[in-house]
């Protein structure tokens, strides 16, 4: 199927720092995602996102964090500063032209705040 | 606020018998369940999408929706030592189309 690529794979950073995950989406979709999972929990949904504004976020979207696909490119999640409890694996998604078609998945990117 | 649980926890059968999953969620007024499956390390990959009460196949893949008992299901037919992964049921619908809820999901192994 659609391919979602994540970069990097696993991100170890000390708490305060910032750090931007990249989400590399399926070429022709336009709806973007982000979702957080901590080990041993359900996957949680972060944020999408849609010509270039936020469509919907949760309580988990705190104000440290911030979503960007500049010039079509990577599509981003900025977390500054981190905090401890922002260790999780995060996964990114896209889905084509409707909001509710299928979100595509990338394999995470897992981030631990030291 | 939407609720997804999953049972059950963990699974195992023999390769060849049927294997069924359960889904239940809260909001009567979802409309969009999809199952997918984890392979360790991995990204998600979507097994069937289901929008209307009764069945969907997808080959070995078969969704079962009832709205008004809150439930889906998954079966998978014949289900080879590959099909070993995590299984997540996954909703949307009512008042956010954008976002899915996922249960915890089950993790099934299947034994040769």
């Known amino acids: 199927g659609p391919k979602v690529l994540q970069i990097p794979s696993h991100q170890i950073i000390d708490m305060g720092q910032m750090v931007t995950l990249n989400c590399d989406p399926v070429?022709?979709?336009?709806?973007f995602y982000w979702y957080k999972q901590i080990l041993g929990q359900q996957m949680e949904f972060l944020v999408n996102?849609?010509?270039?504004?936020?469509?919907?976020k949760s309580k988990l979207f705190k104000d440290q964090f911030s979503v960007e696909r500049p010039d079509g490119s990577y599509f981003t999640l900025k977390i500054q500063p981190t905090a401890l409890e922002d260790s999780a694996v995060y996964f990114c998604a896209s889905s084509s032209l409707q909001a509710g078609d299928t979100q595509y998945f990338g394999p995470g990117t897992r981030l631990l705040v030291l | 606020q939407q609720k997804v649980q999953q049972s059950p926890e963990s699974l195992t059968v023999s390769e060849g018998a049927m294997a069924s999953l359960n889904c239940t969620f809260s909001d009567g007024t979802s409309n969009n369940f999809r199952w997918y499956r984890q392979h360790s390390a991995k990204g998600l990959e979507v097994l069937v999408s289901?929008?209307?009460?009764g069945e969907k196949e997808e080959g070995r893949f078969t969704a079962h929706l009832n709205r008004a008992n809150l439930h889906v299901s998954l079966h998978i037919r014949e289900p080879q030592p590959s099909d070993s992964a995590v299984y997540l049921c996954a909703v949307s619908g009512g008042g956010s189309n954008y976002k899915l809820t996922f249960g915890k999901g089950t993790l099934l192994t299947v034994t040769p």
């Open positions: 996102f849609y010509n270039g504004k936020v469509m919907e």
């Open positions: 289901i929008f209307s009460d």
């Open positions: 070429s022709n979709h336009l709806y």
